[in-house]
């Protein structure tokens, strides 16, 4: 069933799998919300922010973010009727402007530990 | 398995499917065909399709009436020709309520097109009479008719090679079918049979025709003592893409396009003063062949140019998207910058199973009928085209005598027999079958194939004489033995491509022949036939149809008058 | 002339249990087309090697194969624009009949579910029914399809389900929903929107680029989307 891979199905695969990841990472997200409530354990956790496994975690959410999104927008737009011929380039807009702002925003994520 | 029907109808191109619309109104259909129904060759016709509906200027039924008996040379027989082109108008405006997406006028109407040696007010000027639907006509009424047979509950038999059409004590009683995927044997016992394979344009080494252009249906109906009529009329299209015979349609050149030779000349100027480039077929593959043979091909090569840039951009993008395409595609040449190269290709079978207005099939030149047994399309000669087709008139004759076939076909079941096709001649098919796959020999069909391909391309195309089509007669002989000795490496049941290859070819050879002693029992020229021995025409000894009947190894002649009408033999000038 | 090396998948499930890898090196002249390269191989060196073909210039639709990873026409693939090595599959996602063939009844079967026919009850004028230019400008595209199964076979949704319709079958929904002259909008609208219907199409724009006659199916699919939304605020306004 191997099918050549081209911009269009990459990012529909890129799409699926953060569309997956970020669900998933919604329900830790809740429970770790609940910890609110409890001073000791807010504390506990707030320090678990320093370790830098945490950290790269941190930015890999942020890169998942960005991708569902950006490329969430570019269906929208496709949707809405830009033109198909334009459906790669759209692509690598949304490439090249999602790595620009994650790699803004996740330099104060890593910015200590690099 | 044994399947009985009403009507059986061999071939799903638009004679064949125009014919299922009629008959299933009145009955069971089976269609029956070796492709897949949309696949068949009719979807390859680009140019469009003839009828004086005069939607973009004055035209009428009898103007295009005497374009084709001028065209056909005055051998296509005139009461026929009054039908289709009478009919031409209603069969176009039904085939538009049937869904063909036509291309369009600024009013909505149906847009039309100028095309070779059609003309305004009996010869005057080329007149716009082509219906298109861009250049992709075939593919638009095909699909069109075969959408339609779909709420009619019409059986489709997809991928079904017809090895027999049982004729006995004068009557048709089916067809007996290979079904490809499984190679199992399939009886169809019919009231009546409708014979609508198509050309047989791969007798020839370049031609425009598909691979399954094979004219099987031909060859069984010729070995079962049938006649063929006029085979020796094959036409020529001026215009195939040099060295692959990928045709270009002559509605390029009804919209401005040129043929030039090497000096730059529009030399169709000379050839036809009145018309130029859209002189009809024979007379332009004629003039090329002749610019060539004088030197004055491209590059003092074998070809000529076609130039479109001389259509502006935009017509060409409209209208002709498929064939820039090709061009881009297969030349490397954008056709709206650089001439084209091009050179005749085996395009057209005016000759074939001879039948009447309504595609009873004839068993003698006399008239005689096969019970429950029709031809339409390409295959029948009925004969509207004669020596000569004009452009857009063929797809006008599959819809106009396919539907006619349909009604009479239609009106003859109800009161005749269905046909019991016996056991015996089911295992003489399944003994053909059985022994092609099992003979041993040295040869490869591959081989023999194209040396029979190449030898009809040189000895009998545009140009022929007594000699070489002597020649020829024994080389197909020749042929004709070695293919006893090909082996097939492909001993499966399973979609055994190489069986039915074996199968066609021996289709191929017999057709060859017929088309070559036609062409030598013809002593004169007329239309596509053209002899360097005898170059003028000859009213007075061959003003007839050919009749050609088997007799052992050899071909047998007798003739048919001309039905004339309206239009008396003329000199035939452009 | 220039040698390349074909390498084919083959299979006769009938045969054989698994399909096998068989290499071929086949002379070529730079203007030849892929299919030739196929015939030269069946005629000279293997008569069981097994595809479909009938008009060689791309316009019936029988020579679609995975041609270097790719779907495509043989027939309309020239050699000279392809590397020396050339791997040839079957068409995915549907049953191998024999080599190159497949078995492309469901794909046949989806198209009729949308009711492929132009449907007009109302009494026909004498002569044709008028359409305006842009009007036929609608539908030119979705006309060129030549049901060859490129696009569905190259659909990602169609491998992992079956029973979506695919791009095939919506291209021709469309082609007879903005038809001026068709009069079964409601029923054949109502044929598509389903979920293995129009909004299983996740715009994965593969069947644009499997399709060898370059139809921007997915443009058509999304148009159709538009239309049935837009369709069902005005049915609950
Ligand atoms: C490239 C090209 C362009 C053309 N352009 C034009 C044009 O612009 N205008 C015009 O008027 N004409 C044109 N023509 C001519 C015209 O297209 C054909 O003459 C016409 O389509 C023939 O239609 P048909 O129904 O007779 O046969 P086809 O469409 O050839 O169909 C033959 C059918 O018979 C079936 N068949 C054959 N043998 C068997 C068998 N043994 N068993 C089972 N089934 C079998 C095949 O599967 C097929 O379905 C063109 C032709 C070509 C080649
Ligand atoms: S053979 Fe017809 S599309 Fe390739």
């Given at each position: 069933m191997r099918y050549r891979l081209r911009a269009g199905s990459f990012a529909w695969m890129i799409q699926r799998i953060s569309g997956v990841a970020l669900t998933i990472y919604i329900f830790f997200h809740l429970y770790y919300l609940?910890?609110?409530?409890?001073p000791v354990k807010f504390e506990l956790l707030r320090k678990l922010l320093d370790d830098p496994f945490v950290k790269f975690g941190e930015a890999g959410l942020l890169l998942l973010v960005i991708a569902h999104s950006f490329n969430g927008i570019r269906l929208i737009l496709l949707d809405m009727g830009v033109p198909t011929r334009m459906q790669k380039t759209l692509f690598f807009i949304a490439a090249l402007t999602g790595g620009i702002i994650f790699f803004i925003g996740s330099w104060p994520i890593l910015g200590g530990i690099l | 398995m044994i399947h009985q029907f009403d009507t059986v109808i061999i071939g799903s191109g638009l004679a064949g499917l125009r014919a299922a619309i009629e008959a299933a109104k009145y009955g069971s259909v089976a269609v029956l065909t070796k492709l897949f129904p949309t696949r068949s060759h009719s979807t390859s016709a680009q140019g469009g399709i003839g009828a004086a509906l005069g939607n973009e200027e004055p035209d009428s039924p009898e103007w295009h009436l005497y374009d084709t008996v001028k065209g056909s040379d005055y051998l296509g027989d005139q009461d026929a020709i009054e039908i289709m082109c009478e009919d031409a108008i209603r069969t176009i405006v039904e085939l538009e309520h049937l869904g063909v997406p036509f291309s369009r006028t600024t009013e909505g109407k149906i847009a039309q097109r100028r095309f070779g040696g059609h003309t305004r007010n009996f010869g005057e000027a080329p007149v716009r009479r082509a219906c298109y639907s861009a250049d992709r006509t075939g593919h638009a009424v095909l699909s069109a008719l075969y959408e339609q047979c779909k709420p009619l509950g019409i059986n489709f038999f997809s991928e079904f090679h017809v090895l027999d059409i049982v004729i006995e004590n004068n009557k048709c009683h089916g067809v007996i079918a290979l079904q490809i995927e499984n190679g199992e044997i399939h009886v169809f016992n019919a009231k009546s049979t409708l014979v609508a394979s198509g050309g047989y344009g791969k007798v020839f080494k370049t031609t425009s025709n598909a691979f399954a252009s094979t004219g099987d249906c031909l060859s069984i109906l010729f070995n079962a003592g049938l006649p063929l009529e006029d085979m020796e009329f094959f036409q020529f299209h001026p215009t195939g893409l040099y060295g692959l015979g990928i045709l270009i349609t002559e509605g390029v050149r009804g919209e401005g396009g040129v043929l030039i030779n090497v000096q730059s000349e529009r030399f169709m100027e000379r050839y036809a003063p009145a018309i130029k480039d859209l002189a009809p077929r024979d007379m332009a593959s004629r003039a090329i062949m002749t610019e060539i043979k004088e030197g004055r091909g491209i590059d003092g090569k074998d070809y000529v140019h076609l130039d479109l840039t001389r259509i502006p951009n935009q017509v060409l993008s409209e209208r002709f998207p498929e064939i820039t395409t090709f061009c881009k595609i297969y030349m490397g040449i954008d056709p709206s910058e650089k001439p084209i190269p091009v050179l005749p290709t085996?395009?057209?079978?005016?000759?074939g199973i001879p039948t009447d207005a309504d595609g009873r099939v004839l068993?003698?030149?006399?008239?005689g009928v096969i019970k429950g047994l029709y031809a339409a399309g390409e295959c029948a000669c009925v004969s509207v085209h004669g020596a000569n087709r004009l452009g857009c008139n063929s797809l006008l004759d599959t819809v106009v005598f396919g539907r006619r076939a349909g009604i009479a076909m239609a009106g003859e079941n109800k009161n005749a027999e269905r046909g019991n096709i016996h056991r015996d001649a089911i295992d003489n098919a399944a003994s053909l079958i059985d022994l092609t796959i099992k003979r041993k020999g040295d040869q490869r069909i591959g081989d023999v194939r194209s040396e029979l391909q190449t030898d009809m391309m040189d000895l009998c195309s545009v140009f022929r004489n007594e000699q070489g089509l002597k020649e020829l007669v024994s080389k197909i002989s020749i042929i004709e033995d070695k293919a006893e000795h090909i082996t097939l490496k492909d001993k499966s049941k399973i979609f055994n491509t190489e069986l039915l290859d074996a199968i066609e070819f021996g289709h191929l050879i017999n057709l060859s022949k017929v088309i070559a002693s036609s062409a030598l029992q013809r002593e004169e020229s007329r239309g596509a036939h053209f002899r360097d021995d005898f170059p003028q025409r000859d009213d007075a000894d061959w003003l007839k149809h050919t009749f050609a009947f088997k007799k052992e190894r050899v071909v047998e002649f007798k003739h048919k008058p001309v039905k004339i009408t309206k239009f008396q033999p003329e000199e035939r000038k452009y | 002339m220039k040698t390349y090396n074909f390498k084919i998948k083959r299979f006769n499930p009938s045969e054989e249990s698994s399909p096998q890898w068989q290499e071929f090196s086949v002379q070529m002249d730079p203007m030849e087309r892929l299919l030739d390269g196929l015939i030269k191989i069946k005629d000279n060196s293997d008569g069981t090697l097994t595809f479909r073909r009938s008009c060689?210039?791309?316009?019936?639709?029988?020579?679609a194969m995975k041609i270097n990873g790719k779907n495509g026409l043989a027939c309309q693939t020239l050699i000279k624009n392809m590397p020396e090595r050339i791997t040839i599959e079957p068409l995915a996602a549907y049953p191998v009949i024999k080599d190159l063939v497949v078995d492309m009844t469901q794909f046949f079967m989806k198209s009729e579910e949308v009711l492929p026919y132009l449907i007009n009850a109302e009494t026909p004028p004498e002569r044709e029914r008028l359409q305006s230019k842009d009007e036929q400008q609608k539908i030119l595209e979705s006309i060129t399809c030549i049901m060859c199964g490129s696009c569905t076979s190259s659909c990602p949704t169609y491998w992992s389900d079956k029973e979506y319709l695919g791009p095939a079958a919506l291209l021709k929904a469309y082609r007879f929903i903005f038809d001026s002259r068709d009069r079964a909008f409601d029923e054949r609208l109502g044929r598509i929107i389903h979920a293995q219907g129009l909004w299983r199409c996740h715009s994965i724009y593969n069947c644009v680029e499997a399709c060898p006659k370059e139809i921007d199916i997915t443009g058509h699919i999304t148009e159709l989307k538009r239309l049935a939304v837009k369709n069902f605020f005005k049915r609950n306004k």
């Open positions: 609940s910890s609110l409530r409890d | 085996a395009h057209y079978a005016m000759g068993n003698d030149e006399k008239a | 060689a210039h791309g316009i019936c639709g029988s020579c």
